[in-house]
């Protein structure tokens, strides 16, 4: 290995390490270890940059600009009400309702924009349960991330996929993930039952108090709530149709944003700039920039053609690799760059001689995905998820959440390896 690319590991080793640790904001080390892997030479700005995806960070900040004038209309207190109520008051119910919803927004929406809309919604219930919004915020993350493997709009590895690969389409997504998708959904249901039932007890007085609240009267401003589903209407259509417009999601967030922001006024932009979680962004700038370092001299790569190499051309054993790989890679690297990386290679393999690449393709968006629940740092939605709940005071601690989503994690990918073996390889 040359020099370089030792120097880009030891960087992103000591970064990853100072994250876990908990010990400094992982916004201030993803930002210096970028900007270490720059000023030692490893790549230049211009590289750096070009690997920051600026289609995520624009998504995001479009789509938390219309979360935050939405939420000034009193849905989400709506919403989080008519839940409650349909769970009779009891906080498990109430956890498993709210986590099912995710799973299905995050399909038809994607991840990302489901969180932002859901998070308000938990913190307003639990609020008034008097119990810790953890529980509920750690299964809406792993529903997210298992709702969004299910459709091409979901996650950004799908869409990566989708966009590499012309004849999987949006139908093809839901009629070869979404099975597994359901199965996977229905089997952390009582596993999340299980493992935090203890922890959201709620009074009988509370649960009370929650079955007589009203809904009629928590929508604030009825002028501007048409407004903003009017306008986030238009912007989950053209998710759907981004394709087929040729204009990329983060133009489409960013302009439903601005579309709104006229509509509304002056006077919403401050705020709802205010709102934007820079945090979050910066330390996917910094997360960006540092694995540029990895993917420029050659590591990642020669990672991936390694193990591709173990396979010797074998459709089932090159399935189940880039299934296993692709998941331990995406808990703990981003999965974007990796798809990125792992996108030509598989297509390499096509023009190697393996005629049926279909296996393949689902097998990395699967472990993609799906890989995404393993660690806090793995999917763009849990850490949205993460840095939301920080601001209300309710830190999500990096060992605490892995202790309980990895193991589910690897469920789900064992789950998703009979699944591909059974559909595609016997």
Known sequence: MEQQAIWAVIIFLASYALIISEKIHRTIVAMLGGLIVVVFGIV???TALHHVDFNTLGLLIGMMIIVSITADTGLFKYIAIWSAKKAKGQPVRIMIVLALITAVGSAFLDNVTTVLLMVPVTFSITRQLRVTPIPFLMTQIMASNVGGTATLIGDPPNIMIGSAVKELTFMAFIGNLGPIVLIIMASYMPLFVLLFRRQIQASPERIRDIMALEQSGTITDARLLIKCLTVLGLTIAAFFLHQLLHVESAAVALGGAFILLLLTGEHHMEEAFSRVEWM???FFVGLFSLVSGLVETGVISELAAQAIE???????????????LSAIASAFLDNIPFVA??????QEMGSMGIRDLEP???SLALGACLGGNGTLIGSSANLITAGLSAKEGHPIRFMAYMKIALPLMLLSVFMAAGYIYLRYLM
């Open 341 to 346: 990386t792992m996108i030509p290679m598989i």
């Open 280 to 282: 979050t962004i910066f």
């Open 44 to 46: 230049d700005q211009d």
């Open 360 to 362: 393949l393709w689902w």
């Open 310 to 324: 173990l396979t010797g051309g074998n459709v089932a054993a090159s399935s189940m690799l880039i299934l296993w």
